[in-house]
């Protein structure tokens, strides 16, 4: 492993040890019944199916973070179909189109289910780094991006745990598991089975984040 992939999963720990507590409880809103209020230049965007706020922000070459601020959207957005979304800045509406090359660029649902707990709520004395997606025991889980595993071992409070570097500064953390089923190293195609759900708690759920480079960030913004 080299120092660079050395120092990333060391910090990944860290983190993942060193959470404190140190922001508010964000309970689930529908998104359906947000409004917002437009503020200075920009367009509103319809949402069409399977856009995300990630590759709106891209079309329109905006941070996910502006979006995100004039729209006021909570931890807990998940963007709808005919949502309706500010965009600030743009000029005019564009159409969001995927070449087949920019289709594996996109990030899917690692596995299906219901989200228990979300970014940036408390658990217990740490904050939630990522999203936990109840499954069953055993169910297996899929690889949201093609990336290549750079960490791929047991981690103290968090079981089996994997990172997939995806290239392009973009890392998926998958945990709470309780057998993977790829090694270090491996280089693993979008939607292949990398590993599956343990029970370390009750219900037993997915414990999934992506970051960009090491910061966390919201995974519902990037997830369709």
């Known amino acids: 492993m080299t120092s660079y992939f050395r120092n990333f999963c060391f910090g990944f720990i ?4 060193l959470w404190i507590a140190g922001c508010a409880t964000v309970p689930p809103a529908s998104p359906s019944t947000r409004a917002f209020i437009p503020q200075g230049k920009g367009v509103t965007h319809k949402v069409h ?37 500010f965009i600030p800045g743009a000029e005019a509406v564009k159409t969001i189109t995927l070449e087949p090359g920019q289709k594996d660029e996109e990030f899917i649902w690692p596995i299906k289910g219901k989200v228990i707990s979300y970014f940036g709520e408390h658990k217990g004395l ?10 069953r025991e055993g169910d297996s889980l899929c690889a949201s991006r093609s990336g290549k595993v750079v960490f791929a071992d047991y981690l103290n ?20 598991n ?11 195609a979008q939607g292949a089975p990398v590993a599956q759900v343990g029970k370390n708690r009750d219900p037993a759920y997915l414990h999934f984040e992506i970051r960009k480079r090491s ?7 990037y997830l369709p």
Not at 126 to 135: C, H, M, T, V
Not at 178 to 188: E, P, T
């Open 14 to 17: 860290l983190s993942c040890l």
């Open 126 to 135: 740490r904050i939630n780094k990522g999203i936990d997606i109840q499954a």
């Open 49 to 85: 199916a399977g856009e995300t706020i990630w590759r709106i922000a891209r079309t329109y070459n905006v941070s996910i973070e502006d979006i995100i601020k004039a729209n006021n959207l909570p931890n807990a957005a998940h963007i709808d179909r005919d949502q309706l979304v």
């Open 178 to 188: 309780y057998k993977l089923m790829v090694k270090l190293d491996d280089v693993i």
């Open 215 to 221: 910061k966390a960030d919201n995974p519902l913004y």
């Open 157 to 176: 409070g968090y079981a089996y745990t994997l990172i997939l570097d995806h290239a392009d500064g973009f890392y998926s953390v998958y945990a709470q």
